[in-house]
């Protein structure tokens, strides 16, 4: 009877039946084989514990470190310069009524418009409000009033308006919401502003 090569290099498995059958000896061997296996078991759940727990514990603390840097961006901005007035645009309107010698002089319409584009200051209408609108940062300087007469094309300083000059026969006068004011050209306009700038 001839035994095949491959079952003959395998090595005999002992079942807990054939215990009866080994010798004292092969028996504590069998059994600390069986304890350490157990051992090498228990480890290797500990070790699938160990590194559960910290895959865990380092995903959470990347969570919350990713939760702190989308909140630093959203809520924290670098400081505004004091010049800004609006950080994002603005769209004011300010009355402007102008008079020389005491005849109200008429502001044009359209002062500003360029086809479909306008500039940052202008007029839809004769006589109408100065709309102030910028889809911008504004500062200080765009809200000057001098603004308004250089996009009209007219002088408006502290000594001149239009042609009409400081000298015998008057002088430049402005008054803001019926308070007298000294800025003249220089003003920074505000929302819903009344103006008054008289030669007289």
């Not at 215990?19 to 051992?39: D, I, M, N, V, W």
């Not at 102008?98 to 004769?126: F, L, R, W």
Request: proline share 5%; net charge neutral.
């Amino acid at each position: 009877m001839t035994h095949d090569p491959i079952d003959s290099e395998k090595e005999p498995t002992a079942t807990p039946s054939d215990e009866a059958t080994l010798s004292k000896g092969e028996r504590k061997k069998l059994r600390r084989e069986q304890k350490k296996l157990q051992q090498d078991a228990a480890a290797q759940g500990r070790q699938r514990k160990a590194t559960f727990k910290k895959t865990a514990v380092w995903s959470a603390v990347g969570l919350v470190g990713l939760a702190i840097v989308w909140l630093v961006i959203t809520t924290v901005r670098s400081p505004v310069s004091p010049d800004v007035i609006a950080p994002s645009g603005l769209h004011w309107h300010a009355d402007l009524a102008v008079s020389i010698k005491g005849q109200p002089v008429e502001i044009p319409a359209n002062i500003g418009m360029g086809g479909a584009m306008h500039a940052d200051v202008h007029t839809h209408k004769v006589n109408d409000q100065m709309h102030y609108e910028m889809k911008r940062a504004v500062r200080k300087q765009d809200l000057r009033l001098g603004r308004f007469f250089e996009e009209w094309g007219e002088t408006f300083t502290n000594q001149c308006v239009i042609d009409s000059c400081n000298g015998p026969e008057g002088t430049v006068k402005m008054t803001v919401n019926g308070q007298p004011n000294t800025e003249f050209d220089n003003y920074v306009i505000q929302d819903k502003d009344r103006i008054e700038v008289r030669y007289e």
